[in-house]
């Protein structure tokens, strides 16, 4: 999310949100204030939390969360056309009028499948939002040491692929970093965080570093359209379950869930072993 905040800051910044289209009432999550409060004010920053972008409208904060299935469309060619409730899968539409009075702009937030997660918050400050106000610390602040990541795992007997993922524990990290986050540190996903020696607690806390730190650096001066095909691009295990493994060759492997999946190279990460699932493999250092 910092690579598509980055994008929105370089491109909303200033900009008034003349028009605002919510056509979905089950992915508006606020009542107070009216989403409607939002048209006539200039977006004066673009901050992200976690997996929440929020753009603040001189004080009232238009906040969004992706989820899996959504994404955020921009043209610099809006649409003036009425959506209609429920008729496709945009959720919410914003129009912008740039600060020269005569560039106009817009951004769909849209969402695909069946399963709708995508989230609206309409606040007037963003720890009005419960996702936000439980976040654990960010990753990438200046604030996140080896020694808060080793304080973290030292009391938690969860496997380190979920605990990675927990937005509570440490915010931003998803499902496709985790996974590249533990193939460069060479643990397997089903080890217990507080079995992690202090070694290996190094090596992982610089994996998350380089990670997301070349992540983000891969994402500079993108448009919103490339982002997905950029992250796509990096990855070295997510996404790609019978392919080799660029580091040792190993065909990577995958582990399902009832609604997520897994991926992880046997040769770099579990010493050869083939994890069927999560309730018959060990848990592997």
Known sequence: ?????????????????????????????????PYSALEGRKIVGVE?????????????????????AGWLRYTEQ??????????????????????????HVGVDLTEAGTRKSLAVYVVHNPLDVPGIATLGPDPLSPAFTEETLAGILSTSAHQIKGLLRSQSVIA???????????????????????????????????????????????????????????KRNTMRVHGRAGQP?????????????AD????????????GKILADRRTSRFLK
């Not at 994996?207 to 490339?226: C, D, F, P, R, T």
């Open 172 to 230: 931003g990290i998803g499902n496709a970093y985790s996974d590249e986050i533990l193939h460069a540190a060479r643990i397997s996903p089903f080890a217990i965080a507080k079995s992690l020696d202090k070694n290996t607690t190094r090596v992982l806390y610089e994996s998350i570093e380089s990670v997301l730190g070349a992540a983000v650096a891969a994402a500079v001066g993108k448009a919103s359209n490339e982002l997905k095909d950029t």
């Open 1 to 33: 999310m910092a690579g598509l905040t980055a994008f929105l800051g370089r491109n909303l910044l200033g900009a008034e949100l003349t028009k605002i289209q919510i056509t979905s009432f089950a992915v508006l999550k606020t009542a107070d204030p």
């Open 245 to 257: 493994c660029p580091v040792c060759g190993t065909t990577i492997r995958e582990v399902s869930f």
């Open 78 to 103: 809006p649409s003036q056309t009425q959506l209609r409730m429920g008729g496709s899968n945009i959720a919410a539409r914003l129009g912008f009028t740039k600060s020269d009075g005569s560039t």
């Open 260 to 271: 997520t999946a897994l991926q992880y190279c046997p040769g770099c990460q579990t010493n």
């Open 48 to 68: 992200r939390f976690g997996k929440f972008v929020s753009l603040d409208a001189e004080g009232i904060h238009f906040i969004f969360h992706l989820a899996k």
